[in-house]
């Protein structure tokens, strides 16, 4: 735009129809959502799921929050056990072949709790929508795990930050059902914007590069 040269302005990443902008480069690339995207996601979201299995002895040490440590699918101890990425089934036929994938879950042996986990990362003028909608993605699976297991209760960590590392205060609602030190809730919130933010500058990177190929 600057050398007045632009004849056409469909991103050059992903050849869609739409708009080449910061909003679509950075939250609606179809190209940068197969991948990019989802390593955003999966990084801010270690920074609450490394400190709590530390917190809990499920691991020796929690990784820095820009560490490339992978989490394991499945941890456990005689306190907890825990999920990453796995399918959860909610009992009904339909869901059989391809059962949802919440980011995780969560079960608290002490205290009898379960928890599934989460994660989104929306464009800024969407965390209260987004926050909804992942609030009752999984009532199904909320409502099947209390039926087998009826001594527990169960509930869902819902945890969103904007693309900018933007947040309100169900981020820190949520961070609390797990971490009740206010010290660490603002250590996991302030390492996810880190994080988010670190990736604003990595997708711009990849962008500024493929874009020149073209």
């Keep these: 735009m600057r050398s007045n040269e ?3 302005d469909t991103c050059r990443v ?3 129809s739409e708009q080449e902008s910061v909003k679509h480069l950075i939250s609606n ?29 499920l691991v020796e040490k929690c990784p820095i ?16 056990e825990f999920w990453w990425d796995v399918p959860e089934y909610t009992g009904r036929d339909e869901e059989s072949v391809h059962p949802p994938r919440p980011d995780g879950k969560l079960k608290m042996n002490v205290g009898k709790k379960i928890y599934l986990l989460e994660m989104t990362v929306p464009w800024t003028g969407n965390r209260t929508d987004k926050y909804m909608f992942k609030s009752d993605k999984y009532k199904r699976i909320q409502e099947n795990l209390k039926f087998e297991n009826p001594e527990f209760t169960v509930d869902q960590i819902t945890l969103v930050i904007d693309v900018f590392g933007g947040y ?3 981020l820190a609602d949520n961070v609390k059902k797990v971490f009740q030190c206010e010290k660490e809730v603002n250590s996991v919130i302030r390492n996810m914007q880190k994080s988010i933010i670190s990736s604003c500058a990595n997708l711009s990177r990849v962008f ?6 073209e």
């Design 6 to 8: 632009v004849v056409d």
């Design 14 to 16: 992903c050849k869609a």
């Design 29 to 57: 690339c179809n190209e940068f959502a197969r991948s990019l995207y989802i390593t955003r996601h999966d990084n801010a979201l270690k920074c609450f799921v490394w400190p709590m299995l530390h917190m809990f002895g």
């Design 65 to 80: 929050w820009y560490a490339s440590d992978k989490v394991k699918p499945y941890y456990k101890n005689e306190k907890i």
């Design 168 to 170: 309100d205060e169900t």
């Design 208 to 213: 500024k590069i493929r874009s020149k190929l």
